[in-house]
């Protein structure tokens, strides 16, 4: 049978749209009742709306959005393997630099290419039938909608059957578009939180005061990295010359098991500004960060950062800060990290408070990795190839091992320029999370997978202090290397660690979560889902593979 071009997109576009649901039935490997009615539902209702109006052009346009969700579910499968779009990805998309997203498509063209051959076509053949006025004629129409609605009928007893069977199940977490359009809700809501946290926030306070004397004058700098993995970092037993300058370093207590909570940037950095976790996330609406703290015990704060300015909680938590400076206001490109320290010594060198609070907000180690770092830092070649590419994995890995060798190199220049002025001062430094570059055989790559992987997880988390905070405070020193093998999650310590530090009192104080403390104890593993819930790490709910290597990290 030959058909028209207005029959074979009543047909066909089904067809296309199903895919995405068919490809999550094996990646995400489904309950066999789950797969049928995530299969057959849909495809029963998608058949019934292309084959119940006569004018087919202008039901394949309004059908547009879900195309655009099963596109940006196939990049995302390519990208990380499994799962749906979550909530996460939806904000990224708002909260991310410009520049970032901007190299990731460039590198996504294979992806990108198959979505523009799958979906363009049926936009463009439904195009032609609109301006032609090309319709279904009744005879089409009657026949296939009664199979449509046969179709969607078997479906709704299948899915009245899961409901059955599996007491978890619920169509806005299995079924594909449902769950997709229940995080795009979510996100909207997220999103006006956010925008909403000056006034839902306002009235917070830390009752923070100082618990040392007026006498000592102090500096505190905290370091976030972004997408800095424990596995390539030689101070945590990689076999490259990565970490060449803190290697050297004195007065360095590193925290060998540290996993992050949260492999996602505006989830991760606000947990590790502030006493939040995984478990009670959802307060971040009405809470402020550690630089709040600070200023209520009488320290002059300053947020450095070298990311954009995109209305998150972290940008809202920086302008808490006395002195503010995002280096992208004044520069046409992105700068290398090194500029911030470059701002810390004109702070440290020029400044006359006595006690101060810095935070470096840094770009780090986020794709595309070559542009990271100055050329002079170029140690492992060739560090070129910029494709999303499991076959490019060793030059991507070269140049990813750059990045740490230039975050290696700045915060050694923090640390001399800390310790030549003498005063009693700690830097302290943790990465948001890591990153996948294609390190096993299921090719993933990049991080904030609704799921994350050990290689996300697994982050650095170090502590330097000064001979002279040494000299004040040598117990502090004593515990946290005594600390240094314990599991760790930054996500939890780096608030309570430096408020511990700096001897701030707050009821906001974790004593049990600071690694300075004889008191600290090594927290319930959990990571901070999609949708703000804390789901433990384990053998149900990680993969296989994430989940022995973490075991092997908390067992070594």
């Given at each position: ?6 029959q ?20 995400d490997h ?17 058949i ?32 990380y393997?499994?799962s749906i ?11 991310s ?29 439904a ?41 978890s ?39 923070a ?12 700098v ?53 006493p ?25 704060t ?72 100055p ?66 055989s ?20 170090i ?57 600290f ?36």
């Amino acid at each position: 049978m030959t058909l028209n071009k207005q029959q074979f997109l009543a047909l066909f576009t089904p067809l296309i749209l199903i895919v995405p649901n068919v490809a999550l039935n094996f990646t995400d490997h489904l309950p066999v009742m789950t797969s049928l009615v995530n299969i057959i539902l849909p495809l029963g209702i998608y058949i019934t709306v292309t084959t119940s109006f006569s004018r087919i052009g202008v039901t394949v346009w309004c059908l547009l959005p879900i195309m655009i969700f099963c596109g940006f579910q196939i990049v995302l499968l390519y990208l990380y393997g499994c799962s749906i779009i979550g909530v996460d990805m939806f904000l990224n998309v708002v909260t991310s630099n410009p520049d970032e997203i901007s190299e990731l498509l460039g590198n996504l063209i294979i992806a990108i290419s198959s979505l523009v051959v799958i979906y363009i076509p049926f936009l463009v053949i439904a195009t032609i039938c609109i301006c032609k006025g090309l319709m279904l004629t009744a005879d089409f129409i009657k026949p296939w909608r009664n199979v449509g609605l046969a179709v969607t009928a078997l479906g709704t007893v299948l899915l009245c059957i899961s409901y059955t069977v599996t007491p978890s199940f619920a169509v806005t977490n299995d079924i594909f578009p449902a769950n997709v359009t229940k995080n795009l809700c979510l996100a909207f809501q997220r999103h006006a939180q956010i925008s909403n946290y000056p006034e839902t926030s306002a009235r917070f306070t830390y009752n923070a005061i100082s618990t040392h004397p007026d006498s000592i004058p102090e500096i505190y700098v905290y370091v976030i990295g972004e997408t800095s993995r424990a596995q390539n970092w030689q101070l945590l037993g990689y076999d490259r010359d990565t970490n060449p300058e803190l290697s050297k370093a004195e007065n360095l207590t590193v925290f060998t098991r540290a996993i992050t909570q949260s492999a996602t940037t505006h989830k991760s950095v606000p947990m590790l500004l502030s006493p939040l976790t995984a478990e009670d996330f959802d307060s971040i609406s009405n809470r402020k960060s550690i630089i709040t703290a600070f200023r209520e015990a009488g320290f002059y704060t300053s947020f450095l950062s070298n990311q954009r300015r995109n209305r998150s909680y972290t940008e809202y938590f920086g302008n808490e800060a006395d002195t503010v400076v995002y280096l992208p206001d004044s520069a046409s490109s992105q700068q290398y990290d090194g500029e911030l320290i470059t701002l810390l010594n004109t702070l440290i060198a020029n400044h006359r408070h006595p006690k101060q609070f810095i935070v470096l907000h840094t770009y780090g180690s986020h794709f595309n990795y070559s542009e990271r770092y100055p050329r002079s830092f170029a140690h492992f070649k060739p560090d070129d190839k910029t494709d999303a590419n499991a076959s490019d994995r060793p030059q991507l890995i070269n140049a990813y091992d750059n990045t740490i060798r230039y975050i290696d190199s700045y915060i050694k220049q923090a640390i001399d320029t800390l310790q030549a002025s003498h005063i009693t001062s700690a830097l302290i430094y943790a990465s948001d999370h890591g990153e996948d570059i294609f390190d096993d055989s299921r090719n993933r790559f990049l991080h904030a997978s609704p799921v994350p992987t050990y290689y996300q997880l697994r982050v650095p988390f170090i502590v330097w202090l000064s001979n002279a905070y040494i000299s004040q405070f040598p117990e502090k020193y004593q515990t946290m290397q005594a600390n240094s093998q314990a599991i760790v999650s930054p996500s939890i310590s780096l608030y309570n660690t430096t408020i511990d530090l700096a001897g701030i009192s707050t009821p906001y104080f974790n004593k049990s979560a600071s690694v300075a403390s004889t008191n600290f104890k090594s927290p319930t593993l959990f990571y901070l889902s999609d949708r703000n819930e804390p789901i433990l790490m384990d053998s149900t709910t990680l993969h296989r593979l994430d989940y022995n290597l973490l075991k092997n990290t908390i067992n070594h």
